[in-house]
């Protein structure tokens, strides 16, 4: 098993020749296509092969590549295979290939230090031979597939930056940043296997499809394991699925245990579902989409399920749509617009096809409303759960998977938003117009006003000058050490206090919360940039239904300017005594931040009279929430 090296052109026809060689299968020729994208940091230049014709000899693998996870994982499945009969495993063949942005001579030995610079993926393609047996007769089948591939510098917001270690011409080193991809192999697991892998490997290295065929045969000890094996390989319920990442994520040691959320587009209308999975994927949380999709139409169609991971998002900051479906609607026509308008596309892992390809929004509502009318026209189908692995109540669903710590900040997430910017709104006047202002210099207060308080009293709802927010899920930590915040609370002294800011706030903050940034058109689609932000406790306000603001209750909050200018703070308070149990943590604008601590009757303004810009870039997350959570306990 030697070592081959080969060097590509992307003008010249290699990619062709070698997805060829291996079976022409779309998630290979997938990545040999991403590897001559313009947007990947580097360009590869030479593809290293190894190549092992895997004898198969009664129930072991000869002639292994290396002693790697995936090998093992290999020798597992023929194992399964021979114990299984059908169809019966001839021979396999295993090649790994390694992307590399350097040409190397074929034949030329690089050390280590130079792999490790250099390697930019890696993927490996099985090639087995199978005899399937029909009526007695023998058929030879030959069937590729790719059980592993990471490829670096490719979706650059990707919510679990991969970790694991490869065996590369005998050297052993860890790949630190790429995203993963697996492929199911039809037989040993399915796209739900391959769906919980790519979504949680960039946490655990461990979580593999041995790990959870084994959990769920210790977790159903009544029924044989050839029985469970042999009925998985087929698909996963949307239960089993939930039971493995709890429990293969209790027991691991490398995160916390996760408590997976299942939402769907039935239990909530489209645009929230989507907005949902918005949401967590700006956050960082993990998503696997669930689809139904038909075999058939007509009277008696049965159906398939089918599960990706969604790894990112795409943004078009030109999007029209935004704005102008309020030209058709009073929906959009509001105080704040979310981020999630411009949201296109989310990034996908599909088994079936390959890595990083991209579904938009829009389909995902029309795939819903077609799904629908098939259950419409199929009504015995809703009673029928065999026919559908995700069950037929959820043609269009998806899991959320945050730590199990922090499930209640989790759920309902497209309901946020919209809380704080209804808080915002009714506190601004509040403290807007507290003495504070006074302490304004002139270009301040021009600035504020230009920036902020114009908009907030003249256009509000206006199509044309409105707020826009983004809401994510940050620690405390991770807020405090922007350098951005710190820029802003530096050498500030909370008001009435010789306590400072940076202080204060490590105090009132909880150590998780919802972070809503305020932004304006002007700012959002060019420089990615914010006038201000909200924080909230979701953990401390009640559901929305329980949110009951009716006019009579806002009139006696919303005082006007001149009613409320030259009260002391704690007058004011006591007119906006909604805030005792909202769960408002913080509201920042352009030179001010007003605290409002959990159970203190008080809410705390600050000048920040040093404070250099009246906007700043928006908070960039580097960290999966899971790691991140892992982390912080």
Known sequence: MTMEYRNIDAKKESFFKLSEEYGSIASFRRILSLLRLNKMEKVCETIAIREANVSVDGMFCKNKIDLSRQCNSCFRYIKQMRVDHSPILKDKKCTKFFFLDIKI??????????????????????QDTLIQTNGGREKEEVRYYVPECILTGLVKDQYGTFKDTVILDGNEFTIDRGIYFAQQNGYTNCCAHAAIKTALRGYDKDISCDAINNFLVKDKPDIKK?????????????????????????????????????VSAHDLPITSFIE?????????????????????????????????????????????????????SDQNVQSFLSSYLWCDNYVIQDDNFGPAYQISCSFLADYYNYAVTLEKINLNISSNSASNKFTSDYPLAAL????????????????VERIAATFFVEQVNIFATDRLFTKLSVKNKELFDRYFYYIFKNNLGNRKRTFICRTILVSKNEYLSSKDIQNIYSDHIMCDSDVSLVEGLGCFLPDYFWLTEISVPELFWINHAKIGEIITDREEIPDIEELEYNEKKKDSILKSEDDLAGQPTQ??????????????????LPYLVCL???????????YLSKQANPHQPMLEKKEGIIRQYKKGK
Request: hydrophobic share 35%; with cysteine.
């Open 400 to 415: 959320i998977i945050p730590p199990k710590g922090l499930r209640k900040l989790t759920e309902n997430l497209h309901e």
């Open 105 to 126: 001579p074929n034949g030329k030995k690089i050390d280590k230090e130079e792999y490790k610079k250099n390697l930019i993926g890696y993927c490996i393609v099985h």
């Open 596 to 606: 409002f601590p959990k159970g203190d009757d008080n809410y705390y303004p600050t």
């Open 226 to 262: 050839q029985a469970i094996l042999s009925r998985v390989s087929k698909g996963l319920r949307i239960q089993e699925m939930i039971t493995v990442i709890k429990g293969l994520s209790k027991k691991s040691d490398h995160i916390d245990e996760l408590d997976p959320i299942q």
């Open 276 to 328: 949902t999975i918005y949401r967590a994927i700006e956050s960082k949380i993990p998503v696997i989409l669930l689809l139904r999709i038909p075999k058939k139409e007509g009277v008696g169609a049965s159906f398939d399920g089918h599960a990706v991971s969604l790894i990112g998002h795409t943004f078009n900051e030109n999007d029209w749509n935004a704005y102008g479906s309020g030209y058709f």
């Open 571 to 588: 007058e004011k308070k006591t007119n906006a005594s909604l805030l005792e149990s909202i769960g408002l943590r913080l509201i920042r």
